[in-house]
Nanobody, 116 residues
Framework: QVQLVESGGGLVQPGGSLTLSCAAS????????MSWFRQASGKQRELVAT???????DYADSVKGRFTISRDNAKNMVYLQMSSLKPEDTAVYYC??????????WGQGTQVTVSS
């Protein structure tokens, strides 16, 4: 049973901002590094950002300086603040554990469309 729920996507103009949220079940969230991934139409899913249980972060070069990942350990929530959005950021965004061996499935994702 997948226990990941992403939300916060939408249509935004280039240069705009959005904040995505991910609610994870306790067994998925605790002690695990969590990541945001995205999959554009016709492309493979790619890693966007990662945050460890201790709060260390890492980003794909394509989003570095524009996206910020954070987590609330008390609420089992992961967030992705996105700014200076570009059309190439258009994709379905998913959250999940960074380590593939800990994954039990994927949520439905949330669509982000950057267009004027």
């Amino acid at each position: 049973q997948v226990q990941l729920v992403e939300s916060g996507g939408g249509l935004v103009q280039p240069g705009g901002s959005l904040t995505l949220s991910c609610a994870a079940s306790r067994n998925i969230f605790q002690r695990n590094s969590m990541s945001w991934f995205r999959q554009a139409s016709g492309k493979q899913r790619e890693l966007v950002a990662t945050i460890t249980s201790g709060g260390r972060t890492d980003y794909a070069d394509s989003v570095k300086g524009r996206f910020t990942i954070s987590r609330d350990n008390a609420k089992n929530m992961v967030y992705l603040q996105m700014s200076s959005l570009k059309p190439e950021d258009t994709a379905v965004y998913y959250c999940n554990t960074y380590t593939s061996a800990y994954r039990t499935g994927w949520g439905q994702g949330t669509q982000v469309t950057v267009s004027s």
